[in-house]
């Protein structure tokens, strides 16, 4: 039996984060939307979350704008699939207010420094009503727990192995804003309201059999319901309000209880 049929028989129905991301991603990237993803590295898609025929550039050349923004200048340039890069900090990101409709950023949370600066920027950025759409690890998936332990140089390594990337493309984990109630302070504190979360199950298929034994089992724990706060990754959906028409909903109700409510003063400000 092969990996891929011992994982359907184990744990049916398994859908990769990577996909569900993927999944999401599509359904936002409409022809008038402008998009921005946040450390947009090498490729906005893992290219063995697409499916056969389906291309990286179907995703990037959807929108009206894509463009994707990192400070490793090495990844920019081995990007072809974004039609605009941008060196840059994500926490200072060189963009008007209200540029963007859809902002993204896939496994990049993690690494923030300063994660308040990161999400005051995003809702900068974004117009009225937009969306920030984001994918990150667990902070207490246990392999998490397990790469906090290791020295930079070993996890380096060993993320490579499993995960079949190179060292250079591993990064510093903070893991800062990654458990269900640090996202939800610095959502909030930002001005943002969760539409939507998700914490989701994985498995790494990897050609050590031992390796792919040792994922299948934590998977197949994981999906007992008293443990599934410790699966792998978050999948959110924050959106922007958009503040003028909440005001307008204020006024209204103020109105009502015979209240007037006056421009600018601390009343007409809606609390996110």
């Given at each position: 039996?092969?990996?891929?049929?011992?994982?359907?028989?184990?744990?049916?129905?398994?859908?990769?984060?990577?996909?569900?991301?993927?999944?999401?991603?599509?359904?936002?990237?409409?022809?008038?939307?402008?998009?921005?993803?946040?450390?947009?590295?090498?490729?906005?898609?893992?290219?063995?979350?697409?499916?056969?025929?389906?291309?990286?550039?179907?995703?990037?050349?959807?929108?009206?704008?894509?463009?994707?923004?990192?400070?490793?200048?090495?990844?920019?340039?081995?990007?072809?699939?974004?039609?605009?890069?941008?060196?840059?900090?994500?926490?200072?990101?060189?963009?008007?207010?209200?540029?963007?409709?859809?902002?993204?950023?896939?496994?990049?949370l993690e690494h923030s420094?300063?994660?308040?600066?990161?999400?005051?920027?995003?809702?900068?950025?974004?117009?009225?009503?937009?969306?920030?759409?984001?994918?990150?690890?667990?902070?207490?998936?246990?392999?998490?727990?397990?790469?906090?332990?290791?020295?930079?140089?070993?996890?380096?390594?060993?993320?490579?192995?499993?995960?079949?990337?190179?060292?250079?493309?591993?990064?510093?984990?903070?893991?800062?804003?990654?458990?269900?109630?640090?996202?939800?302070?610095?959502?909030?504190?930002?001005?943002?309201?969760i539409k939507y979360w998700?914490?989701?199950?994985?498995?790494?298929?990897?050609?050590?059999?031992?390796?792919?034994?040792?994922?299948?089992?934590?998977?197949?724990?994981?999906?007992?319901?008293?443990?599934?706060?410790?699966?792998?990754?978050?999948?959110?959906?924050?959106?922007?309000?958009?503040?003028?028409?909440?005001?307008?909903?204020?006024?209204?109700?103020?109105?009502?209880?015979?209240?007037?409510?006056?421009?600018?003063?601390?009343?007409?400000?809606?609390?996110?």
């Open positions: 039996m092969n990996s891929v049929q011992l994982a359907d028989r184990v744990c049916p129905g398994l859908v990769h984060p990577q996909i569900r991301y993927k999944t999401l991603l599509r359904n936002l990237l409409r022809p008038e939307v402008r998009w921005l993803d946040l450390g947009c590295g090498h490729e906005v898609i893992r290219p063995w979350a697409l499916h056969r025929g389906e291309e990286e550039s179907a995703f990037t050349g959807a929108p009206a704008m894509s463009v994707g923004v990192d400070r490793d200048m090495a990844a920019l340039q081995s990007n072809v699939c974004t039609p605009h890069r941008v060196a840059a900090d994500i926490q200072s990101l060189p963009f008007a207010d209200d540029s963007f409709e859809v902002v993204t950023a896939n496994m990049v420094e300063n994660p308040a600066a990161l999400m005051s920027e995003v809702w900068r950025v974004l117009r009225p009503k937009g969306v920030f759409v984001f994918h990150t690890p667990n902070k207490y998936y246990p392999m998490s727990v397990l790469a906090a332990l290791l020295p930079d140089a070993v996890k380096s390594r060993l993320v490579a192995l499993v995960s079949r990337r190179q060292e250079k493309d591993v990064y510093p984990t903070l893991f800062r804003v990654n458990t269900r109630s640090a996202i939800s302070a610095y959502s909030v504190s930002a001005g943002f309201r998700e914490i989701l199950e994985t498995l790494t298929f990897n050609a050590n059999r031992a390796i792919f034994l040792c994922y299948l089992t934590l998977a197949w724990l994981l999906r007992h319901k008293s443990l599934g706060r410790f699966r792998a990754d978050y999948l959110v959906m924050l959106c922007k309000p958009d503040v003028e028409c909440a005001c307008k909903k204020l006024e209204r109700s103020a109105s009502s209880n015979g209240t007037r409510v006056r421009p600018g003063s601390p009343t007409a400000h809606v609390a996110p």
